[in-house]
Antibody, heavy 126, light 107 residues
Framework: EVQLVESGGGLVQPGGSLRLSCAAS????????MSWVRQAPGKGLEWVST????????YYADSVKGRFTLSRDNSKNTLYLQVNSLRAEDTAIYYC???????????????????WGKGTTVTVSS | EIVMTQSPATLSVSPGEGATLSCRAS??????LAWYQHKPGQAPRLLIY???TRATGIPARFSGSGSGTEFTLTISSLQSEDFALYYC?????????FGQGTKVEIK
């Protein structure tokens, strides 16, 4: 059974940092891209970032580019999201998701999320 | 960035009735469209990918259709467990974007 377990969330002051983790099991981790998606209080889902299976390609939403860094350790089956320079608007539940490739087109790979974790909560407040 | 617009925002349906949810893209996303179900406190669940292909384990009462800019998720004969939020999401290019969601509530 595919399982994704997020951790690392918490209360942090504006300008602070956190490292979110996602422990994966039940599939060959290195063969799949992975993503983070967040949901702010009372809002809908927002895609944050995606990393390819090898870690060689990363993609970011404009709202987090330059502040968030996505990485993975395929030897530990773990995904990481380093979140820096946090703002109040980053307050959200952060979900880790396993991705499935829809194929190569328009010069790149693209993915939908086929399995999701239950999320970890990040609260940015003074 | 492609903007995804879902309608209606809220749909009130009686158990056993059908429901039709719409999703419109601001430009063509071909068939690179997914639908997700999300209940409070739970992980989102993939329902449909490729605009019309049901994900593994999804009941046949869920069906997706459309291509280009207009998409529909149809739920025939709603069960109690189907009352939830539903999101569409395109993956035709970067950035991927979600619609704002449709809440399906009990009438």
């Amino acid at each position: 059974e595919v399982q994704l377990v997020e951790s690392g969330g918490g209360l942090v002051q504006p300008g602070g940092s956190l490292r979110l983790s996602c422990a994966a099991s039940g599939f060959t981790f290195s063969s799949y891209a992975m993503s983070w998606v967040r949901q702010a209080p009372g809002k809908g889902l927002e895609w944050v970032s995606t990393i390819s299976g090898s870690g060689g390609s990363t993609y970011y939403a404009d709202s987090v580019k330059g502040r968030f860094t996505l990485s993975r350790d395929n030897s530990k089956n773990t995904l990481y999201l380093q979140v820096n320079s946090l703002r109040a608007e980053d307050t959200a539940i952060y979900y880790c998701a396993k991705c499935y490739s829809s194929g190569w087109y328009s010069g790149d790979y693209y993915y939908y999320m086929d399995v999701w974790g239950k999320g970890t909560t990040v609260t940015v407040s003074s | 960035e492609i903007v995804m617009t879902q309608s209606p925002a809220t749909l009130s349906v009686s158990p056993g009735e059908g429901a039709t949810l719409s999703c419109r893209a601001s430009q063509s996303v071909n068939s690179n469209l997914a639908w997700y179900q999300h209940k409070p406190g739970q992980a989102p669940r993939l329902l449909i990918y490729g605009a019309s292909t049901r994900a593994t384990g999804i009941p046949a009462r869920f069906s997706g259709s459309g291509s280009g800019t207009e998409f529909t998720l149809t739920i025939s004969s709603l069960q109690s467990e189907d009352f939830a939020l539903y999101y569409c999401q395109h993956y035709n290019n970067w950035p991927q974007t979600f619609g704002q969601g449709t809440k399906v509530e009990i009438k």
